[in-house]
């Protein structure tokens, strides 16, 4: 009984040590807080652009306007932007892959570029070289009839 309850105090003592005391470590310690560290709400509160948030260059924009404009026999001025922004694209699909095809597995800087015309939403992307194409969907015009989220196509 007396080994049994000495080897169960040496464990104890080997776990206390191991743990260390709280404060006592200085691997341990955190930092002390200083006048610029940041409260809770600063960490959790969503970062707002303060600028404009299209960022694809604006030749893509254009073409990809013009482009639909021509798809669907309207005048440019009836084609909204609704966003253009400079995007990675995880493959070589540029985010619309083709069935059957096979893509680099590369990451491609691009863009994207959401359109409006008459409450139908047309997606374009574009890589590199900045030639938007429309990455369709299973509808006949192509257009989506809500505005796809951020990441739905990567």
């Known amino acids: 009984m007396f080994e049994k309850r000495t080897v169960l105090l040496a464990v104890v003592a080997l776990v206390a040590a191991a743990c260390g005391e709280p404060g006592n470590s200085a691997d341990t310690a955190a930092p002390a807080p200083t006048s610029s560290t940041t409260t809770p709400l600063e960490t959790t509160m969503p970062q707002v652009p303060s600028s404009n948030p299209n960022t694809a260059p604006e030749t893509v924009t254009d073409k990809a306007v013009l482009d639909l404009a021509a798809r669907l026999k309207v005048s440019e001025d009836s084609v909204i932007v ?53 990455c369709e969907s299973d509808e006949g015009d192509g257009g989506y009839d809500f505005a796809p989220p951020p990441g739905f196509d990567e």
């Open 82 to 134: 609704v966003a253009a922004e400079a995007v990675t694209w995880p493959d070589g699909s540029l985010g619309c892959p083709q069935p059957g095809m096979f893509y680099t597995q590369a990451l491609v800087d691009g863009s994207r570029v959401l359109l409006e015309v008459d409450g139908r939403t047309y997606v374009y992307h574009a890589g590199r070289d900045g030639e938007p194409f429309l």
